[in-house]
């Protein structure tokens, strides 16, 4: 990986260290013919420069060793780690594993481990389902960046990605709302995310293409308090650093729907290409979209399984799913299990792929249904004390298609 993807890359990896909380522990591990710890695993403080030198001096280089890589991560990850705490691990490749231990080898040890395993393919040459299985063995997910794009829209995309997974990466971290926009000078958005009772931190991000574009943001709460990048105040934290993304972070917040206005000042083309996030913290709420098989053959079956739980399975939740095809998208139908199967609380859906090789994203939006949602029948609970009581949430859900 070179040139403007790495660079990317790097912007994405700067967002994981400036969007985690002081005393979170990160190491950051580059791999080439071998592995080298670039910064061994420890406590982030408020200067976090040492961190972000140790970003910017990744350079592409040699071989592929996936395995090696995994295995100096999960050693920095077991030295220090307390056992309660979470572990994740980022994986970005852009090629196929061709190197020192094998990825397999390594895989037992982080199962065994706790640690999940979010990966991040990039390029026309993958081992896709080794990566879609280290995903799926761990607990994490599997990105794939659409060859066929251009590459600075492929580019683009991976530090998105990179965003994404970097929330769910946190425990009990998800995805309540999340799109795409382009502005052009003088334009604003407003756009509005709900965050449930029990949560423990809300991040508001916006993420711009160029360093240059000059864009403002705005967070509005439940009562009506305006929160910007000037603001201080105990609970809130400004993420404004000289790159291409601003968040603001809030502690113990009130739920209920937040407004976000994204003000574009200055575009240094036509339009400003943007991507803005709401990601929230809440280790009782957990959920997975899940395609179990992939590469699938064009025209061939899709499944997807999702679930969501909240101390147990919620059942008849509101779920609207789309396919992406390359710029244009097809509505797809998660179908709720039954009781009586024992499936309550699952939905799936099944549907032909696209006759067309490529990478295709399926993403879900979920939802509460007012007086509808219900806990799943069957089922002890393993979380919250509220039974009975299930909060009014969003979540953005997705997971990527290969079609070979």
């Avoid at 397999?104 to 640690?115: F, M, Q, Y």
């Avoid at 799926?136 to 960046?145: C, K, L, M, V």
């Amino acid at each position: 990986m070179a040139g403007a993807k790495l660079e990317q890359a790097k912007i994405g990896a700067d967002w994981f260290v400036d969007g985690a909380l002081d005393g979170d522990g990160v190491a950051l591990v580059s791999y080439a013919s071998a592995a080298t710890v670039d910064s061994a695993l420890h406590p982030l403080t408020a200067d976090r420069s040492a961190e972000h030198a140790a970003i910017d001096g990744v350079a592409a280089a040699g071989q592929t060793s996936i395995g090696g890589g995994l295995r100096r991560e999960l050693d920095e990850l077991s030295s220090p780690a307390e056992p309660s705490s979470m572990q994740a691990v980022v994986l970005l490749t852009d090629g196929q594993h061709n190197a020192g231990e094998p990825p397999g080898a390594v895989l037992p040890d982080l199962r065994a481990s706790l640690t999940r395993v979010y990966t991040v393919g990039i390029g026309p040459t993958l081992d896709d389902t080794l990566l879609q299985g280290l995903a799926d063995a761990t607990g994490g997910e599997f990105a794939r960046i659409d060859p066929d794009l251009p590459a600075d829209e492929q580019a683009f995309a991976i530090r998105a990605e990179i965003e994404r997974l970097t929330a769910l990466a946190r425990d009990g971290g998800g995805v309540a709302a999340g799109s795409p926009e382009r502005l052009a000078s003088g334009e604003r958005r407003e756009t509005t995310s709900i965050v449930e009772p029990g949560a423990t931190l809300a991040t508001f991000l916006v993420s711009r293409r160029f360093v240059k574009d000059d864009i403002d943001l705005e967070v509005t709460d439940p009562s009506g308090r305006v929160l910007t990048s000037a603001t201080t105040a105990p609970d809130v934290r400004v993420i404004a650093p000289e790159r291409p993304y601003t968040a603001i972070q809030v502690r113990d917040h009130e739920p209920g729907t937040w407004r976000t206005t994204i003000t574009c000042r200055n575009a240094t083309r036509p339009r400003a290409d943007l991507l803005w996030w709401t990601f929230v913290v809440d280790r009782d709420l957990v959920g997975a979209l899940h395609v179990p098989h992939t590469p699938v053959r064009p025209g061939g079956r899709v499944v997807a399984d999702l679930a969501v739980s909240y101390g147990r399975r919620l059942a008849e939740l509101r779920i609207l799913a789309r396919l992406t095809e390359h710029g244009s998208t097809r509505p797809v139908v998660f179908r709720p299990g039954t009781v009586k199967a024992e499936s309550d609380g699952m939905y799936r859906a099944s549907f032909t792929a696209p006759n067309k090789p490529g990478v295709y994203r399926l993403e879900a939006e979920v939802t509460t249904s007012p007086s509808r949602t219900r806990f799943a029948l069957g089922e002890e609970f393993t979380g919250p004390d509220q039974r009975g009581q299930i909060p009014r949430f969003a979540r953005l859900y997705s997971a990527s298609i290969v079609v070979a």
